[in-house]
Antibody
Framework: QVQLQESGPGLVKPSETLSLTCTVSGGSISGYYWSWIRQPPGKGLEWIAYISYTGSTNYNPSLKSRVTISVDTSKNQFSLRLRSVTAADTAVYYC????????WGQGTLVTVSS | SYELTQPPSVSVSPGQTARITCSGDALPKQYGYWYQQKPGQAPVLVIYKDSERPSGIPERFSGSSSGTTVTLTISGVQTEDEADYYCQSPDSSGTRVFGGGTKLTVL
């Protein structure tokens, strides 16, 4: 059974960079696309970006200028960096297996506050 | 930017049929997906590729597609089905888009 686990700081200061890593277990990261998705408190889901195991990427146009997604197949991990964060970036961040989003991590709350 | 439109809320009584729609211009050419999300939990895939049901999802969940609309149908709704439901589909550039979500209330 594939499992995903997000990790990273739960608190980030405004204007700094949010960094998260998703570790995939129970299966290989190879052969699939992998996404980051976020959900502000009390709001809906917002797709952020995806990456393939070969490094092919696609970004949400509304976030593209601030986001970088990367993959490390040797560690079965993929990562997210979101620069210049503001309070509007406070959300639960999920990693998930693309295209169907059939497997999700439990989510990690990241709060942007000084 | 591309949008998927869902009704904010749907209410049904236990045992009735709930239908949640999702409209988007690219849906005739792209598959629709549906997710169930209960409070404090990650979303769960309940329908993929318009009408396919993952293993472990009850048969009362079904999906259909017609033109620019995909529909999630829950037959014989149970109280445990009360949740938020989101549709998802990519646009023509492959950008993944979620609908705004529908709160299903089981009265």
């Amino acid at each position: 059974q594939v499992q995903l686990q997000e990790s990273g700081p739960g608190l980030v200061k405004p204007s700094e960079t949010l960094s998260l890593t998703c570790t995939v277990s129970g299966g290989s990261i190879s052969g699939y696309y992998w996404s980051w998705i976020r959900q502000p408190p009390g709001k809906g889901l917002e797709w952020i970006a995806y990456i393939s195991y070969t490094g092919s990427t696609n970004y949400n146009p509304s976030l593209k200028s601030r986001v970088t997604i990367s993959v490390d197949t040797s560690k079965n991990q993929f990562s997210l960096r979101l620069r210049s964060v503001t309070a509007a970036d406070t959300a639960v961040y999920y990693c998930a297996r693309d295209t169907d989003f059939d497997y999700w991590g439990q989510g990690t709350l990241v709060t942007v506050s000084s | 930017s591309y949008e998927l439109t869902q009704p904010p809320s749907v209410s049904v009584s236990p045992g009735q049929t709930a239908r949640i729609t999702c409209s988007g211009d690219a849906l005739p050419k792209q598959y629709g997906y549906w997710y169930q999300q209960k409070p404090g939990q990650a979303p769960v895939l309940v329908i993929y590729k318009d009408s396919e049901r993952p293993s472990g999802i009850p048969e009362r969940f079904s999906g259909s597609s017609s033109g620019t609309t995909v529909t999630l149908t829950i037959s014989g709704v149970q109280t445990e089905d009360e949740a938020d439901y989101y549709c998802q589909s990519p646009d023509s550039s492959g950008t993944r888009v979620f609908g705004g979500g529908t709160k299903l209330t089981v009265l």
